[in-house]
């Protein structure tokens, strides 16, 4: 009991009665104690959970609000020509974009590791849990990895970005992800996929030199297309979601810019991407959240009731897959934003080739979560989903050398053991305050 409320309730007892004025019994001596020792006991509560905030805010050197537009200055340039330096001169200079993402934060670490230069770039959105991705950044501090604090659309950052450093190549991660999302914020997918996208290409163009772009368009573009297994000349003109759309009007886009500039560009399409440090707006993060906690957990089927379906791919395979294509990737040919000759473009699929049913991506996590999962199975909504993807990677296995070699089970496997671990840290964090 602090100092405060002990002092309070001694003064209360020695006051005087005062004759006609009203005399509060012992009762009502108690009362006050009492509600002043409630009040004491909720501010220090509500102390300590501002103080546990407080601590978990990014550092104050990161905090979005503060960083975003602010940028440049000796101690920054510092910071960004540290992190894109290579370690020989054979190895690449890299913008990765999204750097603080799932994926992004893979590919940076990949990259660093191998001795590229690495600068990252991400505006931190609170899409989901910032926490998750302060962590990422931690992770690839450790690593040498520095994130640029800023949005896709702030062209004078981007122009300081290429004057400071000269990119070989930029690995697009950035953009606002997830199908079913789009239907409840429609203009942050026009706002990163669109708008972002065009404000990178024409930064890359004007680079002198230019950059290679490799960039992440998605399964999704093949939308109602119904031959399986979807290999890149099929339909991709019934997106189902205008997150898809975007995605596909992304492909659209980039063709543009490698035609007039001469940039040397290549989309991969992901087929639902999972691993350690996934995003927990993805069905196979929040069902294990849910399965442990005993919540309940749609399972979506087709109107006929047969099963959703998707071709998860492991984030380690994916990542090989990005930097094979980074590797490939032939110079662009412009300068200045004039072209100079022809230059590639490529689109890949990257998945895995083994499209598992939803229901079964449950069965799998029941037995390593050793928890049954409470199911309801629900028709799938008309909320952008598709019945099913399954990728043909034989156009990456030839000229990328793209082999997954990661069943679900052994990936949801490493997924766990990651998730466990890293929530008990968390959970030792707020324990601590
Ligand atoms: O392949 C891709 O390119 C896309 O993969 C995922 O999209 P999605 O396949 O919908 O991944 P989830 O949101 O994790 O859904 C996986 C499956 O679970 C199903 N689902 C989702 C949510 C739910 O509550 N219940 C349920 O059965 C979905 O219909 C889908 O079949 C990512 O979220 C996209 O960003 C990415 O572009």
């Known amino acids: 009991m602090s100092q405060l409320s002990r002092g309070s309730s001694s003064s209360l007892d020695e006051t005087p009665s005062t004759p006609g004025k009203f005399k509060p019994s012992p009762y009502i001596h108690r009362l ?14 509500f102390l300590a959970i501002l103080c546990f905030f407080f601590l978990l805010s990014p550092p104050s050197g990161s905090n979005p609000r503060r960083s975003l537009g602010s940028y440049g200055g000796s101690d920054w340039e510092r910071h960004v020509t540290r992190s894109a330096r290579r370690r020989s001169d054979s190895g690449l200079t890299v913008l990765v974009t999204g750097a603080a993402g799932f994926v992004g934060t893979h590919v940076s670490m990949a990259l660093k590791r191998r001795g590229d230069g690495v600068l990252g770039l991400d505006n931190f959105n609170l899409y989901y849990e910032p926490t998750l991705k302060r962590n990422r950044q931690k992770e690839l501090q450790k690593n040498g990895v520095f994130i640029v604090e800023g949005d896709l659309n702030d062209k004078s950052l981007l122009h300081k970005l290429f004057d400071v450093v000269a990119f070989t190549h930029v690995m697009h991660l950035a953009a606002q992800a997830g199908v079913r999302y789009a239907m409840q914020n429609p203009s942050s997918y026009i706002h990163s996929n669109i708008a972002g996208l065009v404000n990178l290409l024409e930064v890359c163009k004007s680079a002198n030199p230019q950059p290679s772009i490799v960039w992440a368009s998605s399964s999704s573009v093949y939308g109602l297309n119904s031959k399986v297994p979807f290999s890149e000349k099929d ?129 799998i996590l029941e037995k390593l979560l050793k928890v049954k999962a409470k199911r309801l199975v629900l028709p799938m909504p008309r909320n952008g989903d598709v019945k099913f993807t399954h990728a043909n990677i034989s156009l990456a296995q030839r000229e990328l050398g793209y082999r997954p070699t990661t069943d679900l089970e052994t990936g949801l496997k490493k997924f766990v053991k990651w998730y466990f671990n890293y929530y008990k840290e968390e959970k030792k964090k707020i324990s601590a305050w």
């Open 32 to 45: 006050r104690f009492h509600n002043l020792s409630k009040f004491t006991f909720y501010s220090a509560f």
């Open 235 to 363: 339909r991709t003109d019934q997106p189902a979601s205008l997150y898809a759309a975007t995605k596909k009007a992304g492909e659209e886009i980039a063709h543009t810019y490698n035609h007039i500039y001469g940039l040397s560009i290549t989309g991969l399409r992901f087929f639902t991407v999972y691993g350690p440090w996934g995003r927990p707006d993805m069905a196979y993060f929040f069902f294990t959240r849910d399965i442990l906690k005993g919540k309940v957990i749609k399972i979506y089927e087709t109107a006929d009731h047969g099963s959703v379906a998707r071709d998860f791919t492991y984030i380690d395979d994916v990542v090989k897959g990005c930097l094979a294509a980074l590797d490939t990737a032939k110079k662009s040919t412009g300068s200045g934003g004039k072209k100079k000759g022809p230059a590639q473009f490529r689109i890949f699929n990257l998945g895995n080739t083994a499209p598992v049913p939803v229901s079964e991506l449950v069965n």
